[in-house]
């Protein structure tokens, strides 16, 4: 089946360094990839998103790097913070021909820690 | 902008009972709205679609007879778990896709922690 998932489900950096977090789609019909933050206990705080005929987007501190050849997303926090520390999922989009089909489909997860 | 609210936050109720939760898009009109579950320490799985004036559309395995979804307006989305169970214990997140985007660009609600006892 089609299924998005994360090569490492924890993450431990250390306060001032640079984390990459890694995820691997399987739906080649994708056409646009997001990166949510989830705090404990909230809901997906949005962080960045890339359309599939782009393979790089800068955010502040963040950077969104899409490789479609491997189906592979990654997401590039530079000079890592405590507030960093949080699961972070990537997800894919389906879309369908029905503009009401379309729907995201979620990785299984990476918990980042971040070390003071 | 783009703010999406859920109520309640957290809820218990007994066994058998049934549960609204309200999601509400406060400062967009959203067209669309997605229901997730999330269970400890796992991913977000979509249960419904939910568009404005027509019926939700619902995942597979996902019971719409147990898990009553209204879209009445284009900012409030209502999901009723009926005749709830301690397995139906989870966090519940809505989202929202604001009206007119040409991406599926979602705002996630703060969730609502359901507990059956």
């Known amino acids: 089946g089609e299924s998005v998932g994360l090569h490492l489900p924890t993450l431990s950096v250390q306060e001032g360094d640079n984390s990459i977090i890694n995820c691997a789609y399987s739906?080649?019909?994708?056409?646009?990839f997001i990166w949510y933050k989830q705090e404990s206990g909230k809901g997906p705080q949005f962080i960045i998103d890339?359309?599939?005929?782009?393979d790089k987007r800068q955010g502040q501190r963040v950077t969104v790097l899409l490789n479609k050849t491997v189906k592979h997303l990654s997401l590039q926090i530079a000079a890592t913070q405590p507030g960093d520390s949080a699961v972070y999922f990537c997800a894919e989009n389906h879309s369908t021909a029905s503009f009401g089909n379309e729907k995201l489909t979620f990785g299984t997860g990476t918990r980042l820690t971040i070390i003071p | 902008g783009a703010v999406v609210s859920q109520h309640p936050s957290r809820v218990i109720c007994k066994s058998g009972t049934s549960v609204k939760i309200e999601c509400r898009s406060l400062d967009f009109q959203a067209t669309t709205m997605f229901w997730y579950r999330q269970f400890p320490k796992q991913s977000l799985m979509l249960m419904a679609t939910s568009n404005e004036g027509s019926k939700a559309t619902y995942e597979q395995g996902v019971e719409k007879d147990k898990f009553l979804i209204n879209h009445a307006s284009l900012t409030l989305s209502t999901l009723t778990v009926t005749s709830a169970h301690p397995e139906d214990s989870s966090f519940y997140i809505c989202?929202?896709?604001?009206?007119?985007?040409?991406?599926?660009?979602?705002?996630f609600g703060p969730g609502t922690r359901l507990t059956v006892l």
């Open positions: 739906n080649s019909a994708s056409d646009y």
């Open positions: 989202s929202a896709r604001r009206a007119g985007t040409t991406y599926n660009e979602q705002f």
């Open positions: 890339i359309r599939s005929n782009m």
